[in-house]
């Protein structure tokens, strides 16, 4: 039983891509109906872990590690995943394929690879807004995390395939992005993790939404 293990899905819903990059205004398009139209938004979702026994930081440092990607991957669904360098039809073969640091582009249309790389703010509020999927394989103290950007709001897609390994695989928390103030809050296993702060919800087998 791996209870000394913690998932965490840090979730970020209805953020403004305007703080991205401004919306384009179209020259034929009325100022107002530009201003007044709705102000299209995209959501984060962060995948971490930590082997506490271990002191280990790193999705990849999990002991059920390959049954999360599995879950993962079930998220996803069937769909096709843009590296740098080629197209995989499989979740977990194009993350073993990116270097940490780098991208993957998740999408159902034609993507070309070369537009593949790391993002500025105004490219990544474009690539959201044609419905791709953004996927950063981050570095971790010991491994790797996983940082997801969509322009549809994709927790439920993940949440129910990570509840399903419980509750011998981790112990698993759902934590709202807003309340992670500081890479302190981040790693509040590491602290306080038998009182977890305001809005970090421990999920359970019968834990409901």
């Known amino acids: 039983m791996a209870q000394t293990d913690i998932l965490k899905l840090i979730f970020h819903h209805d953020q403004r891509m305007e703080t ?3 919306s384009p205004v179209k020259k034929e398009e009325d100022p107002l109906a530009a201003f007044t139209k709705p102000d299209p938004t995209y959501s984060t979702l962060y995948f971490s872990g930590t082997d506490l026994d271990g002191q280990r930081f790193g999705l ?15 998220g996803f669904g069937t769909t096709t995943f843009y590296t740098e360098k080629e197209r995989f039809h499989d979740f977990k073969k194009a993350i073993e394929s990116t270097e940490v640091e780098s991208v993957i582009v998740v999408s159902n249309e034609e993507v070309d690879t070369s537009l593949v790389r790391k993002f500025n703010n ?12 953004v996927i950063y394989k981050k570095k971790a103290k010991d491994g790797y995390d996983l940082f997801i ?16 390994l419980l509750p011998n695989a981790f112990r698993f928390f759902s934590i709202n992005g807003k309340r992670v ?16 702060p305001h809005g970090f919800e421990e999920v359970f087998v019968e834990s409901v939404l």
């Open 149 to 164: 950007l969509s322009k549809q709001n994709l927790y439920l897609d993940f949440f129910y395939p990570l509840k399903s």
């Open 181 to 196: 103030i500081s890479e302190k809050f981040q790693y509040f296993e590491t602290w306080r993790l038998d009182k977890p």
């Open 20 to 22: 991205l990059a401004p």
């Open 122 to 133: 105004s490219e990544l509020r474009e690539v959201l807004e044609k419905g791709w999927i």
């Open 60 to 74: 990849n440092s999990l002991e059920e590690f390959e049954a999360i990607m599995n879950a993962l991957a079930e």
